[in-house]
């Protein structure tokens, strides 16, 4: 209930209000966020820089003398009334002070709102932690206290004597803080007003005006911890109670604005919400985007269940059409047009057209098949030809529906997809011909308005079809690759040419876990070779029964593990095999621990590169080996300035006893091959080594020129993290940044002090771009967004980027709302900040950059039922843009990433999207798997890719 439904006063002094007693509360902000009661100064008349709320269960005051947090059972002195009378739940208006109350051992803390004072008993069993220092303090203040009282002049003791004293509390003491006089000292300072309120309220003079107090004060000014100044008494006007709760909705201190959009990413996103969700579909303001239905799931497990059946649907192919058999029927009139063509490279004869009952089929053309399964599959066919037996066939590859591919619901009705599965099949299986345009536009900001007109024609002829009931059209201008993961541009060169080859079937990879061992020192697995007294990643599953782990939830960074090290003793027999089962053969290796194999407090201290040497020996199929590294010695490391990664070489100083727990020098005759080699190489050498071009430099791309450089806009900027890296990388060169957050902004200005920075909401700066283009009519926007932009000082308007200036967008777009670590991302701050990822994509619709990239949590991918992902992949390929899903949310362990001294399960999702002009013969390379699902190298660059 709300608290003003039990006093209806609109104007009372703070001494008349009533003293009630409040039970199992908590405290909270406007956020509905945990908040400690110390943010709100102990002086009445105070302002407070925050707002805290608080709820429980209220009852009258019984005149009974309990201690907050203390238990039922232990309180001689508490009524029957704290355990009958659970009392009226009540969500309390803004807390206006509060003090604590002593003598002998009860400390009571009691609170002050508009409409009466709180006595606090027990908390919450979630806000008990935040309410312990709170008490800690209390008693520290109790103990002070006394300390002085057994002193011949309170004022004997100075503000250092009582800290030195204080340090010498036994652990045992109640108010026991540390040994340390640095930490006592300051601990005292930060919690000094809880002090001075109990020594201001203590009947002694001499107490109160003794030298700890004189020091205590001092100290406090000295931190600035000065707003405690006592003021008059003034009279306190209510109004509305804005507490969150009672609101049923936490009130944002932040103006929350709906997204800016372009038409286009308006329609996709509307149409899809307007056709499954036509119940929520309402008349709105034709100047606001459409609301998102943000629905979550129910719970972390529903989460994680939805990730992988997402993650299957990325890395999976669907089951093979190769290998289905079409029905094959007695055909009236099959007969080829015109004359042979030529020959495949097995001899058989090649033709270009071809009737089947009075159908033409033309090379190039699309067909629909019937497979045994009744379903329907639509091919386009690659080249036809006879066969010596007299068959006339037809070599054809698949075309997915949309809806067949990852976008799901969210595809357009009419678009296919060519993919590489391959059918070859008789001309009598085919039932019809199937209409397909297969589209190549012209690409970029020049031709956005000119390509959406012609999207609107066509949608209006296919209404009017469907209206006739006559056939579908379908469009088709991507590639769908799902074994990349990726949507690429259709090589038009390569496609229907007729000569009986097959793009296709060119890119057939022969089965990469193949095992061969060609000696007892050496095998290759996945076309990597690997040689006895090597080092190699063994995946952490296959430890997890020999080591005690716990369970822990879907979805949770904690209890993930790194990729474990070991070195290759020797090899299974078997040379010259050419077929052998990597799950059945086994190596033999020597196990290098890691340190949170330990401990977690030595993986904590440790470097992220160090491991330690064993004697233990472990025979380990070979199906476990997830790629090679290196150990070395530490002095053998390549000097870095980054503190990451690139080489996966690792270093040992130290041996570990598993079974006694201990660690010892490395003993001098422990030499690792790959050093050995690198020193006798080096003796050859008189110590001279030629540094060979292709080896790993991270510092390598720092002199890349500018001009070299794509022209980057950085949005939802932050303190410029990500451009700093591209940079680093060599890859951007980011001349504009927009950031909400003043901070920082100032941060990024200080970072990147050639880029101009736009501290603004990214709404307002999308809509002051448009209108400065003359685009105010292809805008969807709020009337706020106009106003603000509207407002924007002229050096902001000129300084703004225009199409056609911006070739790379990055950003990672506020994650609150898709995050599952957010308890509270149904409030309508979260839901807004869920909706930028329409502004976000609007920027890429607007300036069609060359290349596009999206930051977010892993979690972006399964929320809303992975119905916000397929959108937004839906909406760049709607503008053209080919899709590679860097599915970087690493789901299986990699190598550790490290920043500030901790160790990082970095779970992230990376989205690129690049312009259809990208180069083709790059593009089977554009990320080789280093692990799986982890590091990726690129093998061209970004000036060559585009």
């Known amino acids: 209930m709300d608290e003003y439904i039990f006093d209806s006063d609109d104007s009372i002094f703070s001494d008349d209000v009533p003293v009630r007693i409040l039970n199992n509360w908590t405290l909270y902000n406007a956020d509905s966020r945990l908040i400690s009661l110390e943010l709100i ?77 709180y006595k606090l008993r027990q908390p919450t069993k979630q806000y008990a932690p935040w309410c312990e220092p709170v008490l800690k303090t209390a008693r520290l203040a109790v103990s002070i206290i006394t300390l002085l009282k057994e002193q011949s002049r309170a004022s004997k003791l100075s503000f250092a004597d009582v800290i030195r004293k204080v340090a010498e509390f036994d652990k045992g003491n109640p108010a026991f803080i540390s040994s340390n006089i640095t930490l006592v000292e300051r601990y005292i300072v930060v919690h000094g007003q809880i002090i001075l309120q109990q020594f201001a309220d203590f009947p002694d003079e001499t107490i109160r005006r003794s030298a700890f107090v004189s020091g205590l004060l001092l100290k406090m000014e000295q931190r600035r911890h000065t707003k405690l100044v006592m003021k008059k008494k003034t009279q306190v006007m209510r109004g509305e109670n804005l507490n969150p709760s009672a609101a049923m909705g936490p009130a944002s ?56 059946q997402i993650e299957e649907n990325i890395s999976k192919t669907p089951p093979s059409t190769r290998s289905r058999k079409l029905l094959s029927q007695t055909c009236k009139e099959i007969r080829w047009e015109g004359e042979t063509s030529g020959k495949t490279l097995s001899g058989e004869t090649l033709y270009k057209c071809a009737y089947v009952r009075e159908l033409r089929i033309p090379v190039g053309g699309t067909v629909a098949l019937e497979d045994d399964s009744g379903d329907t599959v639509i091919c386009f066919v690659e080249y036809m030809f006879q066969k010596v037996d007299g068959s006339k066939m037809v070599h054809g590859r698949i075309l997915q529906k949309g809806s067949q591919t990852i976008l799901g619901n969210a595809a357009n009705e009419r678009e296919v997809f060519l993919t590489n599965d391959c059918l070859e099949f008789k001309l009598d299986d085919i039932k019809e011909l199937v209409m397909v345009d297969i589209q190549s536009r012209p690409w970029g900001h020049k031709y956005r308005k000119e390509n959406s007109e012609a999207d609107k024609v066509e949608q209006v002829k296919a209404e009017e079809r469907k209206k006739k009931g006559q056939p579908m059209v379908y469009f088709c201008k991507s590639l769908y690759w799902p074994e990349k993961g990726a949507f690429f541009a259709l090589s038009r060169d390569k496609m229907g040419l007729g000569s009986g080859l097959c793009s296709s079937c060119d890119n057939i990879e022969p089965d990469s876990d193949e095992l061969k061992i060609f000696s007892k020192t050496s095998f290759v697995y996945r076309k990597v070779t690997y040689n006895v007294n090597e080092f190699l990643y063994i995946r952490p599953d296959f430890f997890a029964e020999d080591e005690d782990r716990a369970t822990f939830k879907a979805g949770r960074n904690v209890g993930l593990k790194p990729y474990a090290v070991c070195q290759i003793l020797s090899i299974p027999e078997g040379a010259g095999s050419k077929k052998l089962n990597p799950a059945s053969a086994n190596i033999s290796a020597r196990r290098f621990y890691r340190p949170d194999d330990i401990s977690s407090a030595k993986a904590y201290a440790s470097d992220i590169r160090e491991v330690y040497y064993s004697e233990d020996v472990i025979d380990v199929p070979v199906d476990m080996i997830e790629g090679k590294c290196e150990v070395r010695k530490k002095n053998d490391l390549a000097s870095s300035d980054l503190p990451v990664m690139f080489e996966h070489v690792f270093f040992c100083e130290l041996i570990y006893d598993r079974a006694s727990g201990a660690l010892k020098q490395l003993p001098p005759n422990v030499r690792f091959m790959s050093m050995v080699q690198r020193t006798s190489a080096l003796k050859k050498n008189k110590g001279k080594q030629i540094c060979e071009p292709d080896q790993i430099d991270s510092g390598k791309w720092l002199d890349v020129p500018k001009e070299n450089r794509l022209a980057t806009l950085d949005i939802f900027a932050g303190c410029g993290g ?64 106009a106003e603000q932009a509207a407002k924007l000082p002229e050096v902001n308007i000129n300084n703004l980027p225009v199409p056609g200036e911006v070739e790379f967008i990055n950003g990672g777009p506020p994650c609150q709302g898709f995050s599952g670590m957010n308890r509270f991302n149904q409030s309508p701050w979260s839901k807004v900040q869920c909706e930028m990822i329409l502004a976000f994509l609007s920027f890429a619709e607007y300036f069609r950059p060359r290349f596009f990239l999206l930051e977010n949590v892993r979690n972006f991918v399964s929320f809303n039922k992975g119905q916000t992902f397929r959108l937004a992949v839906a909406s760049l390929l709607e503008m053209g843009y080919q899709v590679f899903l860097l599915i970087h949310y690493l789901l299986r362990p990699i190598a550790y990433t490290f920043y500030g001294g901790l160790n990082l399960y970095t779970q992230k999702l990376f989205a690129i999207w690049l312009g259809p002009v990208w180069n083709s013969r790059s593009r089977g390379f554009w990320c080789c798997p280093v692990q799986e699902k982890g590091v990726y190298l690129g093998c061209c660059t970004w000036r060559d890719a585009s």
């Open 41 to 117: 100064p102990m002086k009445s008349g105070a302002e407070n820089d925050v707002v805290i709320f608080g709820s429980g269960f209220m009852r009258d005051d019984d005149g009974s003398c309990c201690s907050t947090a203390e238990s039922v059972k232990s309180s001689s002195s508490s009524s029957k009334a704290d355990q009958l009378d659970a009392g009226i739940p009540i969500y309390l208006s803004p807390i206006k002070e509060w003090i604590i109350e002593f003598g002998g051992s009860m400390i009571c803390i009691t609170i002050r709102t508009d409409v009466a004072w």
């Open 253 to 308: 201190r932040k103006k929350a604005m709906r997204a800016t959009t372009t038409r286009l990413i308006n329609r996709i996103w509307s149409d899809y919400y307007a056709h499954h969700f036509p119940e929520d579909s309402k008349e709105g303001d034709g100047n606001e985007t459409k609301e998102i239905d943000d629905e979550q799931e129910e719970n972390e497990d529903e989460d994680a269940e939805d990730e992988g």
């Open 722 to 785: 990500l451009s700093e890296g591209l940079q680093q990388a060599g890859v951007s060169f980011t001349k504009w940044a927009i950031e909400y957050e003043e901070p920082a902004g100032e941060a990024f200005n200080k970072n990147h002090p050639e880029a101009v920075v736009f501290v603004d909401n990214c709404n307002v700066i999308l809509k002051a771009i448009m209108d400065k283009c003359g685009d105010t009519d292809d805008c969807v926007s709020t009337s706020e967004a």
